[in-house]
Structure formats: structure tokens, C-alpha cells
């Protein structure tokens, strides 16, 4: 089973940038669709963006669309996510996953999530 460990995450000023990265374990990596999950204290966790596993498509929340970039580097085993025009309402702690990509939508896999890395925006 793949296993990921999220990074990247720290405080920022509104407006700021960060960038996340996502390193998974296994050598079926390059075979999921991958998307980063966010958890609001009190909030349940949501979807933020999705990439397919050729890195040919992406998808991304409204609340974070023009605003976020995922991408990802199969030879690497990792995906990242860049997040610019930060606003507090994007405090939370940030995961990835595999996910599940089809006509019903985007959900997790299923897998073990990681630890997650804490985004905090706020001046």
C-alpha cells in the first residue's frame, strides 16, 4: 500500500505563497490519480485539487481555482501543490491522496492518510 508524508506547510501573511509536497512510498505511484485534502479546525476535511496520473488533467475547488497549481513528478514519486493569493480561510491542515476519478467525482482512495502539514495564513 502506498504511504505519503506531506511538507511545506508553515505560516504565512495574507496573499503569501507556499508550496506543499507530497513524497509517496510503492512503485505504483505513477499509476494513481493523486488530489491534496484540507482539514479546518472544526471543519470536516474537503477536496482542494486533483491530478491525473499522466499529469494531463487537473480539477480544482472553486474556493481555490485560479489561485492553486498541482503537479506532480512520477520519476520523483511526488506531487506538489503551489498555492498562491493565500487568504486565512485557507488555514487547515493540508493532505494527499490517491483518489478515486470519475464520473461520480473526486474521493480519497480509501488509503492511509499522513500526517498532513499545517497551512496558517494570518497577519
Known amino acids: 500500500q502506498v504511504q505519503f508524508v506531506e511538507s511545506g506547510g508553515g505560516s504565512v501573511q495574507p496573499g503569501g505563497s507556499v508550496g506543499l509536497s507530497c513524497a509517496a512510498s510503492g512503485r505504483t505511484f505513477s499509476s494513481y490519480d493523486m488530489g491534496w485534502f484540507r482539514q479546518a479546525p472544526g471543519k470536516e476535511r474537503e477536496f482542494v485539487a486533483a491530478?491525473?496520473?499522466?499529469?494531463?488533467?487537473?480539477h480544482y475547488a472553486d474556493s481555490v481555482k485560479g489561485r492553486f497549481t498541482i503537479s506532480r513528478d512520477n520519476a520523483k514519486n511526488t506531487v506538489y501543490l503551489q498555492m498562491n493569493s493565500l487568504r486565512p480561510e485557507d488555514t487547515a491542515v493540508y493532505y494527499c491522496?490517491?483518489?478515486?476519478?470519475?464520473?461520480?467525482?473526486?474521493?480519497?482512495?480509501?488509503?492511509?492518510w499522513g500526517q498532513g502539514t499545517q497551512v496558517t495564513v494570518s497577519s
Open positions: 491522496n490517491a483518489v478515486i476519478w470519475d464520473y461520480r467525482g473526486i474521493r480519497p482512495q480509501g488509503g492511509t
Open positions: 491530478i491525473t496520473w499522466s499529469g494531463t488533467s487537473t
